[in-house]
C-alpha cells in the first residue's frame, strides 16, 4: 500500500527532489534501486528475516492495563523499545544498509540527533563489515552522550557539527555535503522521512514494518485489525509513518501525530513545525518548515534531541493538510511528566521523544470504546542523564 | 541588449568572474565590493543571496552567509541596495540564491525586482529543471533574466542535452566532486571530465567554478571552458577589506591577469 504520491515523489504539492545538481545521480540510482528491490524475494526474505532474528520482530503490541485504566481507554504500546538498539530506526537501517549493499557501497553515512538513528546505522554497518560515518551536532553529543559512545564502540566515527543550532538539521547539512564530496563509494542512510524523494517513501515503507504488524497483532488481541486511534511523535515523522502506513486508507482510523512544543508553542522555543510552520524547501524536500519571513530556517528547540527538527516529512505535511492526521503539540515539561507516569504505572522507560506521545493522551478524550494504539519508538536509556537530573521536581508535581 | 551574451561575444576566453556574498563583510559593502570588482578586471559577477543552510557550500562561504544575515541582508535590503547599480557597473551581474528565501519572497516578484535593479541572470542550485519549467521559466523570459544551471563529473550526456536546451546565458560547470571551496583536481579523471563537456558542441558557453583559487588553477580551467568563476578564494580576501580596503581587492582580482 503506498499513499498518493506520484512518480516525482509528490505527495500532493509536497516532496520532491530539491538537491545540488552533483547529487541527482545518486538519487536517481537510488530510486531505481528501491523500486527494483522492494518487491523482490530475495531482498525482502534478508529484510524480514533480519527484522525478526537480528532486531526481535514482531515488537509486542502490549495492553498498558493501568495506563488505561488512568485514561479511560484501552491503550495498546507498540513497544519498538525492545527492538536491538532501543528504537524503531533500526527498522529503516536495515533496509537501506541491505540497498546500499546491493548497490556496490562501501561507506555508510547518517545524521543523528538523539544518537539512536546513529546507534542503529553504526550497529548495521557493523553487522555487515561497512564503514560508517555518523553526523552528529554538538549540542546533541552532550545531551545524548551514552549513545556516543556506542557508535564509536561500534566502530563508526562520529564527526561533531558545530555549524548553526548544532542540533539535527546541521547534522543532515553536514551528512549531505559529506555525500557530496563522496557521492560515488558513500550512500546516506537518512534516519527520518524526510529528504529528497525517494527517502520519504523509501523509509516509510521500511517503517511500514510496525502497522503491518499491528495489525495482525490487533486482529488476534481484539479480533479486529482497526483501532481507534493510533498516537505517534512525530520529529520528521519515520515511526509515525511506519504507524500509519497501513490504516491510511481506513478512513475509521484517526491517526494522530504529536510534535514538540519545547516550551510551548509561541515562546519562540519549539520544535512545533505543523504548529508554527509554513511551506518551503528543506534538506531536498517540499514541506511544512520553521522560518521567518526571510526564508531563513528557524532554529528549533525541544527537550528530545530526536524531535529537535524546524521540517517535517513531506507525507505528514499532506496529511495534515488532508485532515487525514491530526496533529498535537506537546512541551518538554508534559513529556517529562508522562515518563515518570509511565515508569510509574507500567514499569517503562520511554525515550523523551516517545513520551510526547504519551503526553497526548492527557488532551485527548476517549469516548469510544475501540482500542488506541500508541507507538512507544524508543527506550529512555539514552535520556538517563535528563531523567535524573529533572526527576525531583516531576515527581512532585505528578505522582500520587 | 543582453549583457551576458555579448560578453561571451566580445571575449571568447579567459573570462573571469567572481562571487561574492551580499551583504559581507559589512552590510553596505555590497556595492563598493562590486566596483572593486569591475574597477580591477573582472568581467562578470555573481552575487550571493545568503540563506542559513547553504547545502552546496564549504566552510569559507557558509561563514561569509552566516555573517551576512547576521548583518542583517535579505532580499528586500539586497534590491535597495541594488536599485542604482547600473549607474555604476557595467558588467554582467547573477544572483545566486538557494530556492527557500526566493519562494518566500514570491517567484515572480523576485524575478521583477532583480530584473529591475539590472540583473542578468540566475543561478539556484536546488531548483529541479521541471519546477523551473513549471513556475520560473514563464517569469525568467518575461523578465529577461538568463538562467543557468550547473552540471556535474556525474551529469550523465543525456542530462546534458537536457540542461543545454534548459539554459539560457552560460552553463555553469562544477569542477569536481564537493562543495564550493575545494580545490580542482589535476588527475585524469578530472581531465577527461573536462574534455568531456568542451567536446560536447554545446548551444551555450561554458563557466567553470568550485575550488579555482589562483592564477594556475583559473589557466587550467581555462584550456577547456570560456573562463571561470572565483569564489570562496574572493571571500578569504574580504576579510581583509573592512581593514585594508580596495586595494585588497584590486591585488586579488590582477594576481589573475
Ligand atoms: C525513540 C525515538 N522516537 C522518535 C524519534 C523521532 O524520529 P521520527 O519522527 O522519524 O520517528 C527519534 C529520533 O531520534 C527517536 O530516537
Known amino acids: ?400 | 541588449m543582453n549583457r551576458i551574451r555579448s560578453l561571451f561575444e566580445q571575449k571568447e576566453k579567459d573570462i573571469l568572474s567572481f562571487y561574492c556574498t551580499a551583504g559581507y563583510p559589512r552590510l553596505e559593502d555590497t556595492l563598493p565590493v562590486l566596483k572593486a570588482l569591475q574597477a580591477a578586471g573582472a568581467n562578470m559577477i555573481e552575487i550571493g543571496i545568503p540563506f542559513s543552510d547553504p547545502l552546496a557550500d564549504g566552510p569559507v562561504i557558509q561563514e561569509s552567509s552566516a555573517v551576512a544575515l547576521a548583518n542583517g541582508m535579505n532580499l528586500a535590503e539586497l534590491f535597495r541596495q541594488l536599485k542604482d547599480v547600473r549607474k555604476e557597473i557595467g558588467i554582467p551581474l547573477i544572483l545566486m540564491g538557494y530556492l527557500n528565501p526566493l519562494l518566500q519572497y514570491g517567484v515572480s516578484r523576485f524575478c521583477r525586482d532583480a530584473a529591475a535593479c539590472g540583473i542578468d541572470g540566475l543561478i539556484i542550485p536546488d531548483l529541479p529543471l521541471e519546477e523551473y519549467r513549471r513556475e520560473w521559466q514563464h517569469n525568467t523570459e518575461a523578465y529577461g533574466l538568463d538562467m543557468i544551471f550547473l552540471v556535474t563529473p556525474f551529469t550523465s550526456q543525456e542530462r546534458l542535452r537536457e540542461i543545454d536546451d534548459c539554459s539560457t546565458g552560460f552553463i555553469y560547470m562544477v569542477t569536481a566532486a564537493g562543495t564550493t571551496g575545494g580545490s580542482i583536481g589535476s588527475d585524469p579523471e578530472t581531465h577527461r571530465y573536462f574534455s568531456f563537456i568542451r567536446d560536447q558542441q554545446l548551444k551555450h558557453p561554458v563557466m567553470a567554478g568550485f575550488g579555482i583559487r589562483d592564477k594556475t588553477g583559473f589557466e587550467q580551467v581555462c584550456a577547456f571552458a570560456q573562463g571561470a568563476i572565483v569564489g570562496s578564494g574572493l571571500i578569504r580576501v574580504l576579510q581583509e577589506y573592512p581593514a585594508k580596503g580596495e586595494p585588497v581587492i584590486r591585488e586579488f582580482v590582477q594576481s589573475f591577469l
Request: charged content about 20%; hydrophobic content about 40%; glycine content about 10%.
Open chain 1, 1 to 400: 500500500m503506498t499513499y498518493a504520491i506520484d512518480k516525482n515523489g509528490y505527495y500532493g504539492y509536497y516532496g520532491g527532489a530539491y538537491i545540488p545538481e552533483i547529487l541527482r545521480a545518486n538519487i536517481v540510482a537510488l530510486k531505481q534501486q528501491f523500486l527494483a528491490l522492494r518487491d523482490d524475494q530475495a531482498f525482502n526474505a534478508a529484510f524480514f528475516g533480519l527484522l525478526k532474528d537480528y532486531v526481535g520482530r514482531p515488537s509486542p503490541l502490549y495492553y498498558a492495563s493501568r495506563l488505561s485504566e488512568r485514561y479511560g481507554a484501552k491503550i495498546y504500546l507498540k513497544r519498538e523499545d525492545l527492538n536491538h538498539t532501543g528504537s524503531h530506526k533500526i527498522n529503516n537501517t536495515i533496509g537501506q544498509v541491505l540497498l546500499a549493499q546491493r548497490m556496490g557501497k562501501r561507506h555508510i553515512l547518517a545524521e543523528t540527533g538523539a544518537g539512536q538513528h546513529g546507534v542503529a546505522t553504526a550497529t548495521v554497518a557493523a553487522l555487515m563489515d561497512m564503514q560508517c560515518t555518523v553526523f552528529m551536532g554538538e549540542t546533541d553529543m552532550a545531551r545524548q552522550q551514552p549513545n556516543v559512545e556506542k557508535m564509536r564502540l561500534l566502530g563508526a566515527t562520529v564527526v561533531p557539527v558545530t555549524s548553526g543550532s548544532k542540533t539535527l538539521k546541521d547534522a543532515a547539512n553536514e551528512a549531505i555535503r559529506y555525500w557530496i564530496h563522496h557521492p560515488v563509494d558513500a550512500h546516506y542512510v537518512i534516519g527520518s522521512v524526510i529528504g529528497p524523494d525517494p527517502y520519504p517513501a523509501m523509509v516509510a515503507h521500511f517503517q511500514s514494518v510496525i502497522s503491518g504488524e499491528i495489525r495482525r497483532q490487533l486482529m488476534e488481541q481484539e479480533g479486529t485489525p482497526f483501532p481507534h486511534a493510533v498516537i505517534a511523535c512525530v520529529g520528521g515523522g519515520s515511526n509515525a509513518a511506519g504507524a500509519f502506513h497501513h490504516f491510511l486508507n481506513d478512513k475509521e482510523v484517526q491517526l494522530i501525530g504529536v510534535e514538540a512544543a519545547g516550551k510551548g508553542v509561541d515562546s519562540g522555543y519549539t520544535a512545533a513545525t505543523i504548529a508554527t510552520g509554513s511551506t518551503g524547501v528543506i534538506h531536498g524536500s517540499k514541506t511544512l518548515l520553521m522560518q521567518d519571513s526571510d526564508g531563513q530556517i528557524r532554529e528549533p528547540y525541544s527537550i528530545s534531541a530526536g524531535l529537535d527538527y524546524p521540517g517535517i516529512g513531506p507525507l505528514h505535511a499532506y496529511l495534515h493538510e488532508t485532515g487525514r492526521a491530526t496533529f498535537m503539540q506537546v512541551t518538554d515539561e508534559e513529556a517529562l511528566q508522562a515518563v515518570f507516569l509511565l515508569m510509574h504505572l507500567e514499569g517503562i522507560i520511554p525515550a523523551i521523544e516517545s513520551a510526547h506521545a504519551l503526553a497526548a493522551l492527557e488532551k485527548l478524550s476517549f469516548t469510544h470504546a475501540g482500542p488506541v494504539v500508541l507507538c512507544l519508538s524508543g527506550r529512555g536509556d539514552k535520556d538517563m542523564d535528563t531523567y535524573i537530573r529533572e526527576a525531583p521536581a516531576a515527581l512532585k508535581t505528578h505522582l500520587p
